[in-house]
């Protein structure tokens, strides 16, 4: 007995011993370049991302630059030669060993609604360049908007739209889409050579190609996962649009008003003809918690639903995650207090088209995340919009926030 209280004493000694000989590493205080690897089939691609590191004691902050857009993490852990970063908003996450003060190498996670899959990972602190490029000046300006066709000659060919904003070898810009927008993309050009990229906690996306001329861009690839490589080309057209996004999706002959019957994430019954929303106007906002455009659409109705419910405005979140409740529950929860909504958020079934008409058979077709259907104070469908063009696109963003503020004013004014 004194033999094996012994040994076990021993073993503890030695564990104890061993731990405490690992020491924290401080990391590296300022700007730090960070890079996904991308295997696909045929090839190894590194998607790269700038982000900033301050720590104060053991208070840590990680903030992601893409252009514009400034994503800021607190949610971190740094245990001895371990740091764990968890993406705000998405569940996605870096897990890595800090090999020294200025060296990271691990995995990003990535959750999905149906897949997860794991990439490697690794940074370095002090750089401040995202792309590696010689220095080579650009051969052209690529300044505007570029009719974009991806997988071109294919029988899944799509058409998206280029808006770029060049200075010097510096670029930034997104694609608009008929489901929103790629968000803030940011990268260089130098001699022919186009590089863009962005990390943002659900896309990690990079997009090459070849500037043929001022009018041409061809030999375009987009790489934005595993399993997800594109071709694509595109020619400058300043008046290249996209389909109506009000014509998308129509409403089925028959349906004069609407109602809604579903489990809110406490598995409560939710219906139009409850209290809360009769005679009001309601935005059923068609989404995923694992969909940047929806987190876009989702910061710009936190703030629309603040100024006017009050004046009469609800807007439910209709959430198509996995087919696993419990684990979407979580996820929608931390979207939602992640973003500070308010207002109303449900488990509206698994991620689909063929689920998503089947909860809302009124409508004719849908065709993706997020689509907002607006109805009145009778709960009659007034407009369905397809898509929702965010921050990241300029110009666009604004007249579409002005364009929806001025429909629900609209809607509210009426008897």
Known sequence: MHTVRNACLILLLLFISLNC???????FNGVWRGAIIIQTNDSKNEVPFSFSFLSNQDNYRITITNAEEQIEIKDIVISNDSIVIKMPVFKDEIRAKIISPDSLVGEYIHFGSRTNYNMPFYAKGNIKKR??????????NITGKWETTVQPGEKDEYK???????????????????SGDFRFLEGNVFANKLLLSCVDGSHTLLFKADIKDSTTIENGILIGSPNW???WIAVKNPKAELPDPESEVTVRAGYHTIDLKLQDLNNNPISLQDEKYKGKVVILQIMGSWCPNCMDESRLFTQLYENYKDRGLEIIGLCFESNDFLQS??????????????YEFLYAGEVGKNNVLRTLPFLTDF???P???????????RKVYTGFSGPGTGKYYDKLK???IDFIEKLLQEE
Not at 21 to 27: F, N
Not at 134 to 140: D, G, I, N, S
Not at 371 to 381: A, G, N, P
């Open 402 to 404: 002005s364009q929806i």
């Open 131 to 140: 792309f590696f490029t010689t220095e080579e000046k650009p051969l052209y």
């Open 160 to 178: 998206i739209i280029g808006i770029f904003e060049q200075e010097g070898s510096y670029i930034k810009g997104t694609f608009l889409s008929t």
């Open 371 to 381: 689509t907002t259907i607006y109805l009145d104070k009778q709960h009659s469908v």
């Open 21 to 27: 000989g690992k020491k924290k590493i401080d990391l």
């Open 229 to 231: 490589q594109e071709k």
């Open 367 to 369: 065709k993706g995340y």
């Open 329 to 342: 529950k979580q996820r929608i929860e931390k979207f939602k207090t992640d973003l500070g909504a308010k």
